[in-house]
């Protein structure tokens, strides 16, 4: 009933910037928190920034400052904002979200993956 679809990943050059989005479609009726999650080759998924329906947000250090995590509830869209990318940030970033959708005259809670997209920041 819901998906979850990366766009705007690539390649980058380090120092550059990139904005990835995740867009929730099917009967969405809206996303609560959400995160996004990197997995570099050979490397363990890592959370990367989180989103709650508050709009407070977290990151890991690694990328404070850098990265900013936002959402559009209008058009059900989450984003990552990358600034000043470094080559370890080269991974496939992944969203996951806790979208409340409806069957019928019910409504839901579900936890939700994006299949991936890669950014990969190399000159």
């Known amino acids: 009933q819901v998906q979850l679809v990366e766009s705007g990943g690539g390649l980058v050059q380090p120092g550059g910037s990139l904005t990835i989005s995740c867009a929730a479609s099917g009967s969405v009726l809206f996303i609560n928190a959400a995160n996004w999650y990197r997995q570099a080759q050979g490397k363990q998924r890592e959370l990367v920034a989180g989103i709650k329906n508050d709009n407070t947000t977290t990151y890991t250090d690694s990328v404070k400052g850098r990265f900013t995590i936002s959402r559009d509830n209008a058009k059900n869209t989450l984003y990552l904002q990358m600034n000043s990318l470094k080559p370890e940030d080269t991974a496939i970033y992944f969203c996951?979200?806790?979208?409340?959708?409806?069957?019928?005259?019910?409504?839901?809670?579900?936890?939700?993956w994006g299949q991936g997209i890669q950014v990969t920041v190399s000159s």
């Open positions: 996951n979200a806790d979208v409340k959708y409806y069957v019928g005259s019910y409504d839901f809670f579900g936890d939700y």
